[in-house]
């Protein structure tokens, strides 16, 4: 039974939203957001995540993890990479996945949220990877399922995208090694508007990066950004020089109301990434974005495209880091890809 509750609001994002992530073990049960979890846990999902990124690279690409589980996609905001990667995540655990299309769902016909909700879970469900244009809609859906269900954020107004950040921070680590001390890492643009930015920038220093540097125009800032523990850059080529890594951000028009920017013309003038700006950050800097990509807006296409660049890296690790999260919360007691295969060898 779901508790009554209220409309998802960003009130319910309280100081103690991290403590429904966690089992009276410690262990993660729902993944909602970056803030407040412990490295030691971000690198077991990272660590976790390691062992997955060699099952997608072999010929079969499964293992029996979550077999019997039933996981639903819960898309109520238009996405194509994220709801399929976690679906092929699902897969390659042999859970049983389901897509529930919002707009053509009982809800746009006036069910309540939680209504739907308890129609699913009667259908005897395990979890629900839920994305919701409100803030904190992951979490009121947290509060209000039932307690055998987990539930991951996978985007939640512009509040957090804790899988996104964490699949970046496996990118990062795959790239430049595991000491995120010796890091420089400059995020640029829609700072504002992005629940990615806010979900890495928690991330990364929680894993005690080096430095942290965000870079946008003033209006695309949130005004209390510093005490996220970023330093603030309203300069492209000052904020990346000799960064090690540079992380591209799309502008999130669907969420702005007004006019904060002259034009996307003007826009890309002064933050658009290309080669000769990119000249300014280390020889061997990497460029990520976590799409969809604007070019000619945030990244010209040689960028894009570019050596340095691994955008299509990004996609491809999140499909393991998926995978590790979705094992970690629901098969507490067995979550590597060599506990699947010995499992399997028991069949
Ligand atoms: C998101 O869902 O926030 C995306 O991954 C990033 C974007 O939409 O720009």
């Known amino acids: 039974m779901v508790n009554k ?3 998802p609001t960003d009130a319910l994002i309280g100081h103690d939203s991290w403590n429904i992530q966690l089992d009276k073990n410690g262990q993660l049960k729902h ?14 999902i990272l660590d976790t995540a390691e062992s997955f990124a060699d099952v997608n690279e072999k010929r079969v690409k499964k293992v029996p993890l979550l077999r019997g589980k039933t996981i639903v996609n819960l898309f109520f905001e238009a996405s194509t990479r994220t709801r399929t990667t976690f679906e092929l995540a699902a897969k390659r655990l ?29 259908m005897h469900c395990d979890m629900f990877v839920v994305r919701h244009s409100d803030s904190g809609a992951a979490h009121y859906i947290a509060n209000n399922v039932a307690e055998n269900i987990s539930v991951i954020n996978a985007g939640d107004g512009s509040h957090a995208h804790p899988t996104q950040a964490m699949l970046d921070m496996f990118t990062i680590r795959r790239n430049k090694g595991t000491n995120f001390g010796n890091l420089r890492v400059a995020i640029v643009g829609d700072i ?3 629940r990615v930015a806010r979900s890495q920038i928690h991330a990364l220093n929680t ?7 965000v870079i946008a125009p003033r209006t695309l800032l949130p005004v ?11 300069d492209l080529s000052t904020g990346i020089q000799d960064a090690d890594v540079v992380i591209m951000l799309r502008l999130q028009k669907e969420r702005m109301s007004g006019a904060l920017l002259p034009s996307e013309q003007e826009y890309f003038q002064l933050y658009g990434l290309t080669e000769k700006r990119l000249k300014a950050a280390r ?33 491809s690790y999140g499909i393991a880091v998926r995978m590790a999260v979705m ?15 010995k499992e399997d060898n028991k069949t």
């Not at 960028?303 to 340095?308: I, K, L, S, T």
């Open 224 to 234: 209390d950004i510093e005490s996220m523990g970023v330093n603030v850059f309203h």
């Open 192 to 194: 504002k508007h992005s």
């Open 283 to 315: 020889d061997d800097a990497i460029v990520m974005h976590p799409g969809p990509i604007n070019r000619g807006v945030e990244i010209d296409s040689n960028v894009a495209d570019g050596p340095r660049s691994v955008i299509l890296d990004q996609v």
């Open 327 to 341: 094992t970690m919360t629901l098969g507490r007691e067995r979550e590597t890809a060599a506990d699947g295969e």
């Open 5 to 7: 509750a209220t409309k």
């Open 31 to 44: 993944f909602l957001t970056t803030e407040g979890l412990g490295s030691a846990l971000l690198t077991q």
């Open 94 to 122: 042999s859970a049983d996945v389901l897509n529930i299309n919002i707009s053509t769902s009982a809800t746009s016909k006036g069910e309540t949220l939680l209504d739907t909700l308890q129609n699913i879970q009667a």
């Open 207 to 213: 894993l005690n990066t080096g430095e942290v540097r």
